[in-house]
């Protein structure tokens, strides 16, 4: 069991795109109201008073799309500076990135995951929901700046959809040829989607592999981060490939991170609701600090149990909250 030292922080709930694995247009969203997100200064609480002293040094800032939050910059300059930050990044779909990369990096992010699902402007559109004018050349016009700024690595997910954006992988993996950028294939998985995931299925992993190797060979890789990734290299190439396969190759004995969701829950596990904590309420009903650090400890003791269950369930089974409810 790997040390639980990850937490994944998710500042809002809403995203400027509709994925179809994440906001599907059947999906029917209910939205936190804004005073109910957890502000800045009570994330900093948190941080600085339950989950640093329990071990935890890193952290991911996801959403919704983490972009649209007010006090961005200044909330990652602050968590930044706290004694006990060991690891920074951010996901984001890249949007609104160009405009703020340089900024971010100034701020103490340093590492960035995109979503890029597709090279083709109308197949992204597809994937995002979107209908009018295209908004793929503003997401690549983002990319293109966080690899200007010099965030590193850059990673690009993609979430394999069959049917949709399969056909593309081997112009993806093949980004990682001569730029230093590191493609994630992720499978795609049944949250909050049930239609689509019933009509299309999902592709395993390994032939996807299968594929790339055939074409140019592939080696065992390495890039920095906290991740599930399993991570290959085309030979030769200046960027990785990582595979996220928790429908083919469950990894849950190996995960070291929890969520906290844009209004103040803490949850063990993305599939999983066992044991969650409403932290937003503790706070603001003025709960000891010492007592909320204890209910975490708590929690944190109980994951090595969740995670096995989930491992021997297979986790293959259907789940309501859509994907940007849960903190992705």
């Known amino acids: 069991m790997n040390p639980i030292n990850y937490l994944r922080i998710s500042l809002i709930d809403r995203c400027n795109f509709r994925c179809l694995y994440c906001m599907p247009e059947e999906a029917e969203i209910s939205y936190a109201l804004q005073e109910h997100w957890l502000t800045n200064e009570e994330i900093l609480t948190l941080l600085q008073e339950v989950f ?24 990652v300059r602050a968590i930044a500076q706290l004694p006990g930050t060991e690891d920074l990044a951010m996901t984001t779909n890249g949007f609104h990135l160009a405009a703020v990369a340089e900024d971010l990096y100034a701020a103490g992010l340093r590492r960035i995951n995109i979503s890029l699902d597709s090279l083709d402007a109308a197949v992204f559109d597809q994937i995002i929901g979107h209908r009018g004018r295209s908004r793929w050349q503003a997401v ?43 493609v994630r294939f992720i499978e795609f998985m049944p949250i909050g989607n049930d239609a689509l ?22 080696t065992e890789g390495r890039v920095t981060g906290n991740g599930p990734a399993d991570i290959f290299q085309i030979p030769g190439a200046k960027g990785t490939l990582g595979f996220i396969s928790q429908m083919s190759e469950c990894f849950c004995d190996r995960c070291n991170r929890m969520r906290l969701s844009a209004d103040g829950w803490l949850r063990p596990c993305l599939l999983n609701e066992t044991g969650q904590l409403d932290l937003r309420t503790a706070l603001r009903t003025s709960t000891p600090l010492d007592e909320l650090r204890d209910r975490v400890a708590t929690l944190l003791n109980l994951k090595p149990e969740i995670n096995y269950k989930l491992r021997e369930s297979g986790t293959t089974g259907r789940y309501a909250r859509t994907m940007s409810q849960i903190g992705g």
Do not use: C, Y
């Open 52 to 75: 640093i002293p329990l071990g935890f040094s890193r952290f991911r800032l996801t959403g919704g799309e983490p972009l649209l939050r007010p006090g961005l910059v200044d909330l």
């Open 140 to 182: 690549w016009q983002g990319i293109q700046a966080a690899h200007q700024v010099g965030f590193d690595p850059l990673k690009l997910n993609v979430v394999v959809i069959p049917g949709v954006n399969d056909h593309e992988v081997l112009d993806l993996a093949a980004l990682t040829r001569d730029r230093a950028w590191h």
């Open 197 to 218: 995931f019933s009509d299309r299925g999902w592709i395993a992993s390994e032939e996807l592999r299968q594929q790339i190797r055939d074409r140019w060979g592939l």
